[in-house]
C-alpha cells in the first residue's frame, strides 16, 4: 500500500514563503501524475499545480508565478515551493500520486495558514 506523507505545513504572514514536501514510499517514476490539491474550509478540493512522468506542469491560474512543483526521484519526493503567499492561500494541501491505470493515493494533508 503506498504512502504519502506531507510535512511543511505552518502558519505564515502574507508575503510569506513555505516549502511543503511529500515522501512517497514507491518510486514515483511509476506514477503518471503527481500534485499538490487544497481544500479551503466550505470549499471543495482543488488541483494547484500537477506535473506529470514526462515533465508537464499546471498550475491553477491564481498561483502563477508564485509557487513552483519539483520533484526529485532519487528520493522519491515531491515539493511545492510556495511564495508571496495570500489569505486566499490558506487551507489544507494535499499530495496526490495517480497511477496509469487512473487510480489516484492522498497524503493526509498538511494544514497551510496565512495570516493577513
Known amino acids: 500500500q503506498v504512502q504519502l506523507v506531507e510535512s511543511g505545513g505552518g502558519l505564515v504572514q502574507a508575503g510569506g514563503s513555505l516549502r511543503l514536501s511529500c515522501v512517497v514510499s514507491e518510486n514515483i517514476l511509476s506514477f503518471a501524475g503527481m500534485g499538490w490539491y487544497r481544500q479551503a474550509p466550505g470549499n471543495q478540493r482543488e488541483k494547484v499545480a500537477s506535473?506529470?512522468?514526462?515533465?508537464?506542469?499546471y498550475y491553477l491560474e491564481s498561483v502563477k508565478d508564485r509557487f513552483a512543483i519539483s520533484r526529485d526521484n532519487s528520493k522519491n519526493a515531491l515539493y511545492l515551493q510556495m511564495n508571496r503567499l495570500k489569505p486566499e492561500d490558506t487551507g489544507v494541501y494535499y499530495c496526490a500520486a495517480t497511477n496509469v491505470p487512473g487510480d489516484t493515493k492522498w497524503g493526509q494533508g498538511t494544514q497551510v495558514t496565512v495570516s493577513s
Open positions: 506535473i506529470t512522468g514526462g515533465g508537464y506542469i
